[in-house]
């Protein structure tokens, strides 16, 4: 496990810190679609990813959930490390878009890194810093984008996540992470293919 973190973060962290995570972290394997965090819950571990993508929806008071964000290898999810900082219980849904491998953190070496490790203390800025911009374009493209420009969007940020222009997904869940209906989003996506963007398939889609 030390040689493929220091493979992945050798350029980011101290070598010390590669050696303290490798001795307290966790190593966990989880499928893709299998919830990660759950609304409601407290959170005592912050994840590292080191493969695989994560997506990070908010859920509202009717249960239906928007999309705020995925998290790609290297990262980790800000709003997890203000819920274990602060021991609140999460506000959010974290769900394993692919198959994923992780790399969790006690809550407890966050502040005792942020003050041993000069790259640790970065990372976490930064973390909080990419995910606030992601929030913002989120936010911009719900107040400011109409639905086809969101579902554009959307299927681009899923090619570049995935690396692949076939996309294994169905309406629904498309509906479900953009909080809208299954109906516009069929819609959509029969004209986006009309106009030569995307090839429908049965549960996929494959942009052109």
Not at 38 to 55: A, C
Not at 140 to 147: E, L, Q, R, T
Request: hydrophobic fraction near 40%; include cysteine.
């Amino acid at each position: 496990m030390i040689q493929e973190l220091k493979q992945y973060f050798a350029a980011s962290f101290e070598p010390a810190l590669i050696e303290e995570m490798n001795r307290v972290g966790t190593f966990m394997e989880v499928p893709e679609g299998a919830d990660l965090i759950k609304p409601g819950q407290y959170i005592r571990s912050i994840p590292l990813l080191l493969e695989g993508s994560i997506k990070i929806l908010r859920p509202d008071a009717e249960g239906e959930e928007l999309l705020l964000y995925h998290l790609e290898r290297g990262e980790t999810c800000a709003m997890s490390m203000t819920c274990c900082l602060s021991d609140v219980r999460s506000e959010i849904h974290a769900v394993a878009e692919t198959d994923v491998r992780l790399l969790m953190i006690p809550v407890s070496k966050m502040e005792y890194w942020s003050s041993k490790y000069k790259s640790w203390r970065h990372f976490v800025m930064d973390s909080y810093h990419i995910r606030l911009m992601e929030l913002l374009e989120s936010i911009d493209n719900i107040a400011f984008n109409n639905m086809d420009t969101r579902l554009m969007h959307y299927l681009e940020e899923k090619v570049k996540i995935l690396n692949n222009t076939h996309i294994d997904i169905t309406h629904k869940e498309i509906a479900a992470d953009l909080h809208t209906s299954r109906v516009v989003v069929s819609r959509l996506l029969k004209k986006m293919e009309n106009d030569g963007v995307i090839r429908l398939h049965r549960s996929a889609i494959e942009m052109l």
